[in-house]
């Protein structure tokens, strides 16, 4: 029997982000309006294979998903190996802005999870004229912390592990286990010290959007946001909150968790769909 092939690409692209060169790993499928996916904090952009993979979006969308520096099979800049990474606002900013100048996208959409969610907040602040729409998924304007993180960077702690087992939790337990169990792996992947430098810009003050919410005007960039309900990390009331103070509508998606679009994506498509239909329609 011939092996099913699926439609996506992956290459590699050398890019300059804050002045460094870096060799950063993407992938792509389809054609039209570009559509950049922004992955979560410690994994990388395997999260978004069903996007990757769905002819009723890539029929109108070229689709594509970049590794941050450091994650997935995106290397860190040469000489930087052994920093102590902690992800900043400007930093994450940089590489967005790096990847859709390099590719020379024109009025693309960007759609974020988690830490990617977050993000948004501030492409919508800092750069709305660069981007047709934005799509935050389990996005809050900010976050407490509510556990030590140094547990995930300790010589005496397989920090692999550590990181599954907190991605497991966030996740809900009406998603398909197959589905699970992959998203958890992409985190036991994750190089040392990166989902810990990740959430350096989640929690606490780096990340934090909220005194800044009244600067950002959705009627310059469009925003959309979807959040599933079992989420410990964005609660429903906390993306509730975020469009209340934006004066936009959140869709709250039931039975799914903290990675809606790799646990349980066959769902997570139905309600991206219309999203994107209202995107290309104006």
């Not at 092996?3 to 870096?22: K, Q, S, V």
Request: proline share 7%; glycine share 10%.
């Amino acid at each position: 029997m011939a092996p099913h092939i699926e439609e996506i690409t992956g290459r590699y692209a050398h890019i300059d982000i804050e002045g460094l060169p870096h060799r950063i790993y993407w992938e792509e499928a389809g054609a039209g309006i570009p559509l950049v996916c922004l992955h979560t904090a410690g994994s990388d952009g395997r999260q978004y294979r069903a996007v990757l993979n769905d002819p009723e979006i890539t029929r109108h969308y070229r689709v594509m998903v970049f590794d941050m520096p450091r994650h997935g099979k995106s290397s860190p800049a040469a000489g930087t190996v052994d920093d102590d990474y902690a992800l900043t606002v400007q930093g994450y900013l940089a590489q967005i802005i790096a990847f859709c100048d390099a590719f020379e996208l024109e009025n693309p959409v960007a759609m974020g999870c988690s830490i990617g969610g977050r993000i948004v907040l501030h492409l919508a602040l800092h750069h709305p004229d660069r981007f047709r729409a934005l799509i935050g998924l389990q996005s809050s304007a900010h976050v407490d912390p509510y556990y030590d993180t140094t547990w995930l960077d300790r010589p005496d702690v397989h920090g692999g592990r550590m990181c599954g087992a907190f991605a497991h939790s966030l996740m809900a337990p009406t998603s398909p286990p197959e589905h699970v169990d992959e998203t958890r792996w992409h985190y036991m992947q994750g190089g040392p010290g990166i989902f810990k430098g990740d959430l350096h810009f989640y929690r606490g003050a780096e990340g934090d959007i909220r005194e800044d919410l009244g600067r950002i005007d959705t009627a310059k960039c469009p925003l959309h946001l979807l959040t599933g309900e079992y989420d410990f990390s964005c609660r429903p009331e906390d993306s509730e909150a975020l469009a209340q103070a934006l004066g936009i509508g959140v869709t709250i998606m039931p039975d799914m968790g903290h990675f809606p679009m790799s646990e349980n994506p066959e769902v997570f498509l139905t309600y991206l769909r219309p999203v994107l239909d209202r995107i290309r329609a104006g």
